[in-house]
């Protein structure tokens, strides 16, 4: 039986390996294959630190957590829950599991700090610190340029303030620099973590950004040093 079910599983994963893959086929860097790889990686390093997780939920609902981002398809919400909800309709899941899927579709993003889950769980979690640590570190950096340039936004404007405690409809909305972005999101995320090891990673990656940042404000001031 156990091998059995290990089998199913391992199938059942690289079928949705590929779909994804497909789906994702045409997305911005920041948001495509690799991001996804990225975050299944980590959310199963996490998920080996804990070992009362759904290791298949958890690499599942990473694998399906970008399936149709918002930001990428006129803003619907659902979207994403309706592909995952058709993708998993005849797998061999018990429902419990595809229900926790669907909801780490629906509660893994930031949107500003306003989407909470009210009923939260381990693997949301989980999958919730893997997508955050994406957004930190040297990836981070690099991510958050490049969607910026993707939108045509700044890279800095020192002559507005950063908007702190925005509502998801001001978040999705807003038009501020890159730099902005850092403080309005990126360096939000190390107390957001929900996991252990999810910290650790995050307090190394956190400060490589204020490093970095430190040094853009001298180059962005000219202030020259040997």
Avoid at 52 to 66: F, S, T
Avoid at 184 to 197: A, F, I
């Amino acid at each position: 039986m156990y091998v059995w079910v290990f089998m199913e599983n391992n199938s059942l994963i690289a079928t949705t390996e590929a779909f994804v893959r497909e789906q994702l086929a045409d997305s911005e860097a920041g948001h495509n294959w690799d991001h996804i790889r990225r975050v299944r990686g980590i959310a199963m390093d996490i998920a080996s630190t804990l070992p009362a997780a759904n290791a298949v939920v958890v690499e599942i609902g990473a694998l399906l957590h970008d399936i149709s981002d918002a930001k990428f398809n006129g803003g619907d919400e659902d979207r994403g829950e309706r592909i995952a909800k058709r993708f998993l309709a005849h797998k061999p899941l018990p429902s419990s599991d595809k229900e926790k899927i669907r909801k780490i579709i629906r509660y893994v993003s930031f949107k500003g700090g306003n989407n909470a889950c009210h009923e939260p769980f381990m693997e949301l979690h989980i999958v919730q610190d893997a997508d955050r640590l994406d957004a930190l570190g040297a990836i981070g950096i690099a991510r958050a340029f490049h969607y910026g340039g993707y939108k045509n936004r700044a890279l800095y404007d020192p002559e507005t303030p950063p908007m702190l405690n925005m509502t998801t409809e001001q978040y999705r909305n807003s038009q501020t620099s890159t730099i902005h972005h850092f403080y309005e999101k990126l360096l939000l995320l190390k107390t957001l973590m929900h996991t252990e090891r999810g910290k650790q990673i995050a307090a190394q990656r956190h400060a490589f950004m204020e490093s970095f940042l430190t040094q853009f404000f001298k180059e962005w001031n000219l202030i020259i040093t040997p």
